[in-house]
């Protein structure tokens, strides 16, 4: 009987997006070292086994601001220049460390990697990676899951069903103008699961959803097969939907922990370490002559990074992918113990194990992580366990067991409380105040045209980036707090100008216009998904 | 579609199948075995709408002034209302806002004591009465407070009400009344360094790891 473990890859990223380089080179930099780092070495990745003829299945979820950034032609062009300017560095790294054999190799090595980022991005993919993803989704190597428009964390508008149908619905337009495909499943943001978000979904014709352990097995009725089967939502009888319903699969509780927790394999010292760069290091104005970086800049990442986690230990890359392949082997063996177990315990049905893998730790966080992707993959295409696509393992819905799910996230202390806490709580009130006024004007100015229906689409793009969970979890972290904070208030007193404009009949068009090219995510947003259903 | 007015005396020359074939155009749905005065009204009533001369939309001034971009977000909207989140099971996050006028009235007056959250427990949505309430003082000038839950509780609101030294109140604004998560069953026998039995299906699936974490999260917290 077949096993089943389903790799969840989640890839999301803040819309940060600025024509100013130089200002914004840290922010900038955010993207393009995720660029470089996790999309290109996945899409890579997936070429190789479709040439070696290797089947592989996977979810992945692409939020829409990183499709909107990785399509944006400034973006692209952005890019290029920022790699062209780690191959200049490199070069003189390179001449730099003539004399350190060990370094020298490594320097050789991000410049070569640098060069190839180049070519794979300008002359084999034709800067075009969204169209890498949806190829591999056609041939059904991948199975892609919609999310929220801007990521926003639905609990905290939970009594707003008028939001989150709009984060949904921009969320599946994003998906079908991206990929050109209505998606089965839909990837809650930091999982967060808030009653009442199952009927949403299931009136777009959403198949299946992805939530952390705590909202089913915290669920009134305890799930027979535990995490190893997806469940179906109880769904309001009084609604014609209950003749349908919604699956929900539930993560595997230690996937997380394994990669990133506090004793996690990423942290080995052979692997490299992320947070030793050259250009922290070296003095500042050889990083102007190398031209990685303008005077008056601050100092950015080179991604030239020649040690390892241990103390002052020069990175083995020979090492570090040996140890790729013990740990890819472990962490199968550990899923395929649980499924295993998980067998003896249920009969005829096939258990399936659901691995949520935040994309960060695929590249940025954790250098070594794709290839110890690539590893797991191959581990798992060589036993009796198979690879699965979520909606594949699902059949038929009605033979699922009816819970009740129990709110709960994958964030914080497991309900989200990272999002809402005394650093970033000051912003909630902004959001859910603009949230009522955003439906209110949808349902004032239905019929609007020309001048007033600009002002309200700005107006719902800058509610939505507002709406972000990007912002409040930057700030708890401590990643640019300032920058999350200035750029949420911006959205907010956009949203405000907007507002005041519609009551005062007055708009600045020159405003109007530099914001509209500013932040081009969705340009086809329509108002009025805010508008209450009636 | 060409909209034409519709009078009485033509349609009541139509068929029934005609009437409704007119009103799938106008957009009217029609549910099975409807009466056809009821659809002729239906129609003359949209018909009349579609009658209507559009109302003029004001021009809008294109040449407002650019907002300046140093502006910081304001710290009041000028109205009274009160707001609830529910943070985790165990904590909820409350915000309100107080109009100037509001505020006025209550800090001028000599009779003012003091403002406080009433919190307030109900058994259901419907219920006007609370089954438990307790008061926490605020200052004036707060705008935010963490609320501790109690377990077991059902329904929250919480109002933001001033009390004067007459022992006179004044319930200033009133939260939605929220919905809070039933503890889980299983939670009630987790207790710590008690070993708690689960199906083995549920232990694979880390139902031990989670209660464990729970408990280290929350404690009593959940407790009924």
Known sequence: ?534 | MEQKILNLAYLETLSSADLIALADDYGIDIPDNLNRRFIIGELLEVSQEFAQPAPKAAIMNENGEVPSSSAELPSSFNETEISVILRNPAWAFVYWDISVEGLKKISESSRFRNLVLRVSYFESEESSNPVEYYDLQVALSDRAQYVLLEAGRKFLRVDLVAFFTDGSCDSLTISKKITLPKTPAILAKAFPGQEVEVPEILEVSGMKHLLKSHYEKYRQSFEE
């Open chain 1, 1 to 534: 009987m077949a096993k089943n473990l389903i790799l969840t890859i989640v890839g999301h990223q803040g819309y940060i997006r600025h024509e100013n380089e130089k200002d914004y080179a840290l922010q900038n930099d955010i993207l393009f070292g995720a660029i470089s780092q996790t999309y290109l070495p996945l899409v890579n990745m997936f070429h190789r086994f479709e040439n070696e003829g290797l089947d592989f299945k996977l979810a992945l979820v692409l939020s829409p601001s990183l499709c909107s950034l990785l399509d944006d032609e400034l973006i692209k062009s952005q890019y290029i220049r920022w790699l062209e300017k780690r191959i200049s560095f490199g070069e003189k790294e390179v001449v730099r460390l003539a004399s350190d054999k060990e370094l020298l190799k490594n320097a050789e090595s991000c410049l070569a990697k640098a060069k190839k980022d180049l070519s794979d991005f300008t002359q084999v993919y034709s800067q075009n990676l969204i169209k890498e993803f949806a190829y591999f989704a056609g041939k059904g190597n991948l199975e892609l899951l919609a999310t929220c428009g801007t990521y926003a964390f639905l609990p905290h508008f939970g009594d707003m069903t008028e939001i989150l149908n709009a984060q949904v619905e921009v969320g599946l337009y994003s998906h079908r103008h991206y990929f050109g495909m209505n998606p089965e499943g839909f990837y809650l943001p930091f999982m967060g699961y808030t009653p009442g978000i199952e009927q949403v979904l299931r009136s777009y014709g959403i198949k299946y959803s992805i939530v952390d352990i705590r909202s089913v097995l915290f669920s009134e009725t305890v799930p027979e097969y535990g995490i190893f089967a997806p469940v179906r939502c109880n769904l309001d009888d009084s609604t014609s939907l209950s003749k349908s319903s919604l699956a929900l699969f539930c993560q595997d509780f230690d996937t997380p922990d394994d990669i990133a927790g506090d004793n996690c394999f990423s942290s080995n010292p052979v692997y490299k370490n992320q947070s030793k760069d050259a250009a922290f290091d070296l003095p500042f104005q050889s990083l102007v002559d190398s031209a990685l970086i303008e005077e008056g800049m601050p100092r950015i990442p080179s991604y030239f990074r020649y040690w390892n986690n241990s103390e002052n230990g020069i990175y083995d890359s020979n090492q570090a992918e040996l140890q790729a392949q013990k740990d890819a082997e472990s962490f199968f063996a550990a899923k395929k113990a649980k499924l295993d177990a998980a067998e003896k315990c249920m009969g005829e049905k096939a258990p399936s194990l659901l691995c949520v893998i935040d994309a960060k730790t695929l590249g940025q966080d954790w250098a070594e992580g794709c290839i110890w992707l690539e590893k797991l993959i191959r581990a798992a295409s060589a036993s009796d366990v198979s690879l699965s696509e979520p909606a594949a393992v699902i059949g038929n819905i009605f033979s699922l067991q009816k819970i009740t799910p129990y709110p709960g996230a994958a964030q914080g202390n497991s309900y989200g409380e990272d999002l809402l806490d005394s650093s970033n709580d000051w912003m909630i009130r902004y959001t859910r105040k603009m949230s009522e006024r955003m439906i209110d004007l949808s349902d004032r100015f239905p019929n609007e045209t020309g001048l007033k229906v600009r002002l309200l689409n700005l107006g719902a793009k800058e509610l939505m980036l507002a709406q972000s969970g990007e912002w409040s979890m930057m700030i708890h972290n401590g990643d640019f707090p300032e920058y999350a904070a200035q750029r949420f208030k911006e959205a907010i007193k956009a949203f405000i100008i907007v507002f005041d404009a519609l009551g005062s009949n007055t708009v600045s068009t020159e405003w109007l216009t530099n914001l509209e090219k500013e932040h081009l995510i969705f340009p086809w947003m329509n108002f009025r998904i805010f508008s209450p259903k009636k």
